[in-house]
C-alpha cells in the first residue's frame, strides 16, 4: 500500500452512504476540507 502524502489530492470515487444513496468525492469539491471515515468491520 502506498503511503498518504498530506495535502496530496485524493482520487475520485463514489461510495454508497448510510441510506443508501451514491456519493461521490468530487461533488464536495466546493468545500474547504473533507473528513473521511471508513469503519472497518462497523455494523
Known sequence: MAKV???AQAPD???DDYQGNSV??????????VLLV???GFF
Do not use: G, H, Y
Open 5 to 7: 502524502v498530506i495535502d
Open 13 to 15: 470515487f463514489t461510495l
Open 24 to 33: 461521490t468525492l468530487s461533488s464536495f469539491e466546493a468545500s474547504k476540507n
Open 38 to 40: 471508513f469503519n472497518r
